[in-house]
């Protein structure tokens, strides 16, 4: 660097814009007049050299050769210009040559180019037949200066309206903020544009438009109405849109009695089990199916209903057995309309313990399974037969042998519980009911190791006390024998 000796500053060259700010910024197409200086001072100065003037995205109009210190230029049309000299060189009067290289200038323009905008928000869905006011807004638009924008351009939706005024579509409204306050039309949807008016420079308008997609829905609208249709119900559409209608629908097995397009709108059935009503809004030049209201009709459907069979314990069967009691129970899944006075059809080979609510408690003697069928109230008043099932009967089970002590000294004792009672006794030996659903009769024979057999006991009871006094230490084997099979385990004697 070099230092001027008459104040022993650092030598300096630049260029200057003629013009006082605001000014300082140029407009595309703007020419604007330049001028190389430097700070010798004026009266010092001998000769003043400098290279020619380069521009970028510019272009020079006047001057800007080879030792011209002023330089016309004319800007284009983007974010930003730059001014270049390779070389400047002064010669004073008396303290010397200074030289400076490089001596540039930025040169911000005002162009909408380099605005910087990214979205607008606002309601993208706006429902049909809504006229409520909705407020849109941009992202601050700045030039490329840093300084914001003074307006904002905007289009709307044809039909749409801006302080009262009805758009075409084309109409352009400008605003001071980045807000824009619109009202819907009934039905129309299309596009929200908005783009930086260019304050600054007059006869340069629009560039970077955002653009909004606006669509139209239906508001979420559903049949509101009774989930039982009983003998006859209304339904209606709450709150559908300004300017539609209504075109009513049902299942075959329902019967619109009310006026088509009536709102409400009345219906009859005198079926049972389920259906359907059904409506669709006409509105906007379109047609939109609702949402199917599945109802019962005079009362539960069939497949609300069901029969649970049980054991007398609580446990849940899937058959009968014979000469075994059950409880059966009617199970109603659909709250809203409850059952009352039971009438039930049994099997003539079974017997009906009792009756309480729901339930029915029976004994099916030789005959397991069987069809059952029940009649009931409904909330509707109407009694009818609300269920048919049938039962089959299976392998009903058997008991566990529990023997014990095991080893055993004076005596064995055996205790056949029943299987459906005892959910415990895996690891017990299973024995099968006869085809009465009993253990019945049955024989124990105790062996040796041999075979002998030593002691045989003829018995029918669900307990059974053998003496082994008489039996010396060492292992032996008890033989179970029933009408259905023969059991083996072994028996130790201490």
């Known amino acids: 660097m070099s230092i001027l000796s008459s104040t022993g500053q650092t030598f300096n060259a630049y260029i200057e814009n003629t013009e006082p700010l605001p000014k300082t910024f140029p407009c595309p197409d703007d020419i604007k007049v330049y001028r190389l200086k430097s700070n010798v001072p004026y009266d010092q100065v001998k000769s003043f050299t400098n290279t020619e003037w380069e521009v970028t995205d510019g272009e020079i109009v006047d001057g800007g050769e080879t030792n011209d210190r002023v330089c016309h ?46 979205s607008i928000s606002g309601n993208t869905q706006v429902n049909m037949s809504s006229t409520d006011p909705i407020v849109f807004s941009s992202e601050i638009m700045m030039y490329g200066t840093d300084e ?55 006869g340069f308008l629009a560039s970077n438009i955002k653009t909004l997609d606006i669509s139209r829905t239906l508001p979420n609208l559903e049949i509101d109405g009774s989930s039982v249709i009983c003998n006859s119900a209304s339904y209606q559409i709450n709150n559908p849109p300004s300017g539609s209608s209504i075109t009513w629908d049902a299942s075959s097995n329902i019967t619109r009695t009310g006026t088509q397009g009536s709102n409400p709108c009345s219906f009859s059935s005198s079926n049972f089990d389920y259906g359907y009503i059904k409506a669709a809004i006409n509105v906007c030049n379109s047609s939109f199916d609702l949402p199917d209201k599945l109802v019962r009709l005079n009362g539960p459907s069939y497949s609300d209903i069901g029969l649970e069979l049980k054991t007398t314990s609580g446990s849940p069967v899937s058959f009968m057995c014979p000469n075994t009691h059950y409880h059966l129970f009617i199970q109603n899944s659909f709250g809203s309309c409850s059952l009352s006075n039971y009438t039930w059809f049994i099997p003539s080979g079974w017997t009906t313990n009792y009756e309480y609510n729901n339930m029915i408690s029976i004994y099916t003697n030789s005959s397991p399974g069987g069809m059952v069928e029940v009649n009931a109230n409904t909330c509707c008043g109407i009694n009818h037969k609300v269920i048919t099932d049938y039962y089959g009967g299976g392998y009903c089970g058997g008991y566990y042998m529990v023997m014990s002590p095991n080893p055993a000294d004076s005596y064995v004792e055996l205790a056949f519980i029943d299987s459906d009672d005892n959910k415990t006794k895996e690891d017990k030996l299973k024995i099968k009911k006869n085809k009465k659903g009993e253990l019945g009769d049955y024989s124990v024979k105790i062996l040796d190791k041999t075979g002998n057999v030593l002691k045989t006991i003829q018995d029918n009871n669900l307990n059974l006390r053998i003496n082994t006094s008489d039996l010396k230490s060492g292992t032996y084997f008890l033989h179970l024998i029933t009408s259905e099979e023969i059991y083996k385990q072994q028996l130790i004697i201490k």
């Open 148 to 202: 914001v924008v003074s307006y904002y351009s905007w289009t709307i939706p044809p039909d749409w309206l801006v302080n009262g005024v009805v758009s075409s579509g084309s109409n352009v409204y400008v605003t001071t903020t980045r807000y824009l306050t619109v009202t819907p039309d009934d039905c129309t949807g299309g596009q929200i544009k908005v783009w930086a008016e260019n304050s600054r420079c007059e």
């Open 73 to 118: 230029i004319r800007w284009f049309d983007k974010k930003e210009g730059f001014i270049h000299i390779d070389q400047v060189i002064v010669e004073t009067n008396s303290s010397g040559t200074y030289s400076e290289n490089n001596v540039e200038m930025p040169v911000y323009i005002r162009s909408l180019n380099g605005v910087v905008s990214s």
